[in-house]
């Protein structure tokens, strides 16, 4: 308890100097947690230590992890669940069923059967569309790795956020992106900022949507996303150290 406290005073400092070079709010940004792959009391420890935004990426482990920590803190502590993880159509349920908050929606077969079942339930989803700015293999997303140039692409992305957005009870919220990993900042720091001005570009093009919110960066790159716009940053290793097996 006493290392993810220190950690997270550690981390919270580097957001707000991180910001103030930016000229932001540090309010403007919410960390997450990472929890994935790690018990629920680590979850209680965090939420003690004053973050109350955690993230899960595997049904079969958010959801018990969940009933377990509610056991503790009850329905209304706070706590805000985010899935970040791609997801499987076989598993929309559980997430319409229990996320706060969904981070990589990259199909619309997944958005058109979450909304389904968020419909059925009367729940209200608020979610990030992933993009894959970085284009690699690797990465999953909507493809938007030459969106500035490449018209088909740009044309395909907002044909696809439109329909997403046009489904019930799909909140959207913004731009989710992964950057690459082991490459030097100058190409992270350009995925974040392609990523910001195009979720600019798709905002100007769906002046009725907010897509005001960033979800980008991870512990090795988190200060260079909020120095680019980064809204919402999701830190694991930071907090924890090496996850559990």
């Known amino acids: 308890m006493s290392t993810i406290l220190t950690n997270t005073q550690t981390i919270q400092k580097q957001i707000t100097q991180a910001a103030a070079r930016a000229g932001r709010d540090p309010d403007e940004i919410t960390l997450i947690a990472i929890t994935k792959t790690w018990p629920a009391d680590v979850v209680t420890a965090v939420y003690r230590a004053g973050i109350h935004h955690v993230g899960e990426n595997r049904v079969e482990e958010f959801v018990p992890k969940q009933a377990e920590v509610t056991a503790e803190f009850g329905a209304d502590s706070g706590l805000v669940w ?17 996320a706060d908050a969904f981070h990589a929606l990259d199909r619309l077969k997944i958005a058109r059967r979450l909304s389904q079942r968020l419909v ?20 999953f997303g909507l493809a938007a790795s030459n969106w ?6 740009r044309q395909q992305l907002l044909n696809s ?25 100058a190409i992270i720091r350009r995925v974040f900022r392609r990523t910001r001005a195009l979720r600019d570009w798709l905002q100007a ?28 940053v999701r830190i694991g290793r930071a907090l924890f150290g090496e996850r559990e097996k």
């Open 205 to 232: 093009e769906l002046p009725d949507l907010d897509l005001s919110q960033l979800s980008m960066g991870m512990t090795d790159d988190f200060l260079i996303a909020v120095e680019e716009g980064a809204t919402h």
């Open 82 to 98: 985010h899935f970040v993880g791609s997801l499987q159509s076989r598993k929309t349920d559980e997430v319409a069923d229990y």
């Open 120 to 139: 059925e339930n009367g729940r209200v989803l608020p979610c990030f569309v992933q993009v894959n700015i970085s284009g690699e293999d690797s990465k």
């Open 161 to 185: 956020v439109r329909q997403m957005a046009q489904l019930p009870r799909l909140d959207l919220m913004g731009l989710m992106t992964m950057a690459p990993w082991q490459v030097e900042e």
């Open 148 to 153: 500035e140039a490449d018209k088909q692409q």
